[in-house]
């Protein structure tokens, strides 16, 4: 027995997939021109960085599409709806690692310059 969401539930997954789309191309657009930026500047840090958000960018984009799926298709609403639910568990975990990576990255400079590390 298959699920499918009703008109009212798939007009929220259409707005949101929208936005998601949206959102995934224009932080693709920006990790474009940043690792450009890095590679004319030679800038290792900015190319990590940029080349992580370009990951970002295509889990989100992976879900909106998986999302897409559950709206224009029939009878297979759960399985769309756990792709996507899959790509945003990347787009999360590398955006929590990121942040980590970070705050730990930040932590460690003010420990250094205060000559405990």
Known sequence: M???FNREQ???FIKATHWMKITGVLVLIGCILGFLG???SSDNGALLTNGLNGVV???LIRA???IDR???TEGDDM???MAALRSLRGYFFI???SFLYIAGTLVYYILQKQGIA
């Open 2 to 4: 298959s699920y499918e």
């Open 10 to 12: 798939n007009e929220v």
């Open 79 to 81: 399985t769309h709806m």
């Open 64 to 66: 909106s599409t998986a």
């Open 57 to 59: 960018a295509v889990f």
């Open 70 to 72: 559950v709206v224009n």
């Open 38 to 40: 890095a590679l004319i």
């Open 95 to 97: 955006q929590a690692a």
